[in-house]
């Protein structure tokens, strides 16, 4: 025996701790913790009867939190404060003492959190959590019909599984439905979500400066930059493009406008095709893979040294796509402003130009110069680290010549700074190399922690080509080689491959994309329409119908349930040794039992009618009791 209120009591918790779930990581700590103690301290009041919070305290502590997270709505981030506020009213709720439309604000509430927390967060746990939710709101609802009418009503587990049943049929039907609605239903370009889910967050990882000696030490971060859908690539083809910075300035590399060139094309391999899906982020860079021939499904200006930038703010997930021809060089037909890419910052050591010089003199072809100058850099013995680096001030000189230990920003910094000095046109160029490659998904997975500078040097027969002198370190193999392997184990990428799905199906899923599945299903149609049938067709395919349709009616009128054919049974029975003439129209089984005398009679009718008169099922051990009675009939 069960009472309803405990149900609801229980339910409500467990529904409260559901709707936060994906949220617990952006709570404020101290609400979280009272969030957390609110749900099992709550359920031991309402087992008790004893509320420590009076009414009045209780609702002046839900308008100060209102207040107080109100006031930290913003145009750029409107959901996570209203989710605090949403849940400093849900903790308030679970503290004081809940009647039937208490209950129901729980619920009410659960669900606009858990609709609050897709603003703010959406992976696929995010389904997890809804689906479990809808379940419970459900069966809390009809519960609580229950409960309005009888507040202490104590039910039968019998009862109890009938109750539950019915209401899991409902939320089971509706999330059918509500899969269909979602690839049906039309998407608008500009939904309420994006309005109000906050800007992304700037992240380490892709700068817009370089700057080396900046830090002594640095830390790589976890974080997801991009996937990218597409063929397994060989390790020295994956580097991921996104700016070029062009100019020195306070002993910073940034990025200016570059001159007008003449006409350029790609010249290399067959192009590959990537579909890219970028993590929500601060800046309009499209990342593209080097060299990129082609980019579509977005909206972009290019610029004449193969930067692309995105005409909207890349703050929401989306995706495009871009074909690339990995490894090959930018041929340009025409001018280049040679003194624009040859300016060399305004501070280099005596030690660098002198380097520059020898460089320069010994031969007035520019492929030479290239030559020699990564000979320069692979007998200097220089290390790839990411602490204990060079600071000062001129950390390129100290890490050329002193300490010889440096990340990539120092490498790309020395070496172009070097080409200009022996006019070599360079410019550095800012993106991602390596990314861990989900066999299972068919797709890179591209961390902050992979973000790396190389250069670009215009050659002698006028094209663009790619040298990242950060290969040249003695110890490359176990620092920038480590990102060539397949690190992810099978269970990490069968949950990234989850999660990656989920994206692609759910969180860009879009009104063109809808029109793409639309189209594919129409020509699906048509080839079928085009098949030729065999002909006869209409009567095979007559004949089937029928047969099926004569085997569900057949099935559905012969299955009858264990109460019906222990009825049967019984009448079979007593027909065949008493005679057609016992059985009257209307004659009960108890009144059968009384006429021909048989204590057997008396005692199935007994238990027949203990259940079906209480609107109940017969138990197994019943269903045995009455078999048994009946072989001795």
Known sequence: MVRIKRLLDILSGVVALLSMGPILVYLDRPLLLVALLAIPAGFWCDRRGHYPLPTWFATLVALCGMAFYGMQITRADVAIPVVHAMVVLLVVRLLTPKEGRDYLQIFVLALFILAGSSLIHLEIGFI????????????????????????????????????????????????????????????????????????????????????????????????????????????????????????????????????????????????????????????????????????????????????????????????????????????????????????????????????????????????????????????????????????????IDAFLFEKKRGYCEFFASAYITLARLAGIPARLVGGYYGGDYNAMGGYYLVTEETAHVWVEVLSGDNSWQRIDPSQWAINVATTLGARDGDQLSPLLQLVDSLNYHWVQAVVVFDLEQQITLIREAGASLRNLRSVRAPEGWWRITGGVLVGVVLVVVTFLLRRKSKEARLLEEFRARIRRRYGAEVLLPGSGLAEVGEQIDNDECRQFAKIYYGAVFRDRLLSSREVVELKDLLKRI
């Open 128 to 395: 997890v959590y809804l689906v479990l939710l809808f379940f419970g709101v459900t069966l809390g609802l009809v519960l609580l019909t229950v409960y309005v009418t009888d507040q202490n009503l104590v039910m039968t587990r019998t009862d109890l599984k009938k109750l539950i049943k019915v209401g899991l049929i409902i939320p089971a039907v509706s999330l059918l439905l509500m899969l269909v609605f979602f690839v049906v239903l039309p998407r608008t370009q500009h939904p309420l979500w994006n309005f109000l889910n906050p800007s992304a967050k700037g992240v380490a990882g892709l700068a817009e400066t370089v700057q080396p000696g900046s830090f002594a030490q640095i830390s790589g971060v976890k974080a997801l930059s991009f996937r990218a859908e597409g063929p397994e690539l060989a390790p020295e083809d994956r580097y991921w493009r996104a700016l070029v910075l062009n100019q020195s300035k306070d002993g910073r590399w940034v990025r200016s406008n570059p001159p007008r060139e003449g006409s350029t094309r790609v010249e290399g391999p067959i192009p590959v095709t990537f579909m890219i899906y970028p993590e929500p982020r601060n800046n309009r860079y499209l990342m593209t893979l080097d060299r990129p021939t082609r980019v579509a499904e977005v909206r972009y200006e290019q610029t004449v040294d193969q930067m692309y930038i995105s005409r909207r703010p890349l703050d929401r997930r989306i995706r495009f796509e871009v074909q690339a021809s990995p490894g090959a060089r930018l041929r340009v037909s025409g001018r280049v402003d040679h003194a624009f890419y040859l300016q060399p910052p305004v501070d280099v050591s005596l030690r660098m130009r002198q380097v520059a010089a020898s460089i320069r003199d010994g031969s007035e072809d520019v492929t030479v110069r290239i030559n020699a100058l990564a000979d320069f850099f692979r007998n200097q013995n220089l290390s790839y680290a990411q602490d204990d680096l060079p600071s000062g001030s001129d950390p």
